[in-house]
Every structure is written in C-alpha cells, then in structure tokens.
C-alpha cells in the first residue's frame, strides 16, 4: 500500500511541474563566445532572450545605457543580460586573447517575435506609395543603425529620413 501512495505522490507532483512549465514558457536563451561574436561585433536575438556571454575571455560588458538597454550582471564564468525591447543595444566588451586585447565595440539587433502583437511600426502606417517591400528594407536598415539604439522615436525619425513613414 505504502508504494501505492508514492507513486501517486509522484505523479502528482510530476503533473504539477508539467502544468506549470506550460504556464511560464521557458525564456530562450543564446551563450556567445569571443569567436561567435567576431568579427562581426554583432549579434542578432528575439525579444526576450537571455544572452550569456560564457567565455572567460570577455573579462568585461558594459552596455551603452539608451532606453530599453539591458544591464550586463556577473555570473559564473561570464556575463549575462536579458533583451526585454526590441531595437539595436551597443556595448563594450573588454576581451583577451585576440588579436588586439582591449576594449571591443559590438552591438546586439534585438527583433520582434514573429507572430506576437508587438511591432514597431505597421506596414499600414507607411506613407502612401509606399510598397511593403520598401517598407521592410527601410525597417532592416534602421534596425541595424546604431544610432537608432533602443529609442523608439529615433527608430521612427529613421523611418522617415528613408521616406517610408510620413512626418506628423
């Protein structure tokens, strides 16, 4: 009788964790390295990712602190931040071990999950004349635009320089 109870006990408590890891999807996460990261300096995620910088020689992130830019925290063997927004979030990283050590600019592009409601701008928002293709070459362009790092209205600003978005 008593295996009987904990069996039951178990599966219960199994049951448990499966609802409950279907209510809190796992965060995606992406570990980089000093050679993922080279030699672009750049590095492309979804909204939502934890990024962990695992490398030892990364002896330093610091990201530049725009709107909606991550803060880099020390963990074991690394670095680690969360991308909550979309947009383009340049840092500094101090390596060793490459060609030249020393303190390294890089950036992260950050894009909206496919199929979620949050967007920066809408198709249905362009100027008139505007085709959907041009519309989308504009926003690649001005995503990867470092100046346009983490602020919404700069993105917009952008978005209009290209003539894809009218003035208000």
Excluded: K, W
């Amino acid at each position: 009788m008593r295996p009987l109870a904990l069996a039951g006990s178990l599966i219960a408590a199994l049951l448990l964790l499966a609802v409950r890891a279907q209510a809190e999807p796992m965060q995606p996460m992406t570990t980089v390295t000093v050679d993922d990261l080279f030699p672009t300096r750049t590095l492309e995620v979804e909204v939502g990712t934890e990024v962990v910088f695992s490398d030892p020689r990364f002896l330093r992130v610091e990201f530049v602190p725009d709107a909606g830019a991550p803060v880099a925290s020390r963990i074991d063997g690394g670095y680690r931040a969360v991308f909550a927004e979309p947009g383009v979030f340049r840092f500094l990283s101090t390596v060793s071990g490459v060609e030249r050590a020393g303190v390294v600019p890089c950036q992260i592009i950050v894009r909206p999950r496919p199929g979620t409601a949050f967007a920066l701008f809408d198709y249905s928002q362009a100027r008139p004349g505007v085709t959907e293709a041009e519309f989308q070459r504009a926003q690649e362009e001005c995503l990867q635009e470092p100046r346009t790092a983490g602020s919404r209205r700069l993105y917009e600003m952008c978005l209009q320089a290209h003539g894809v978005l009218p003035f208000q």
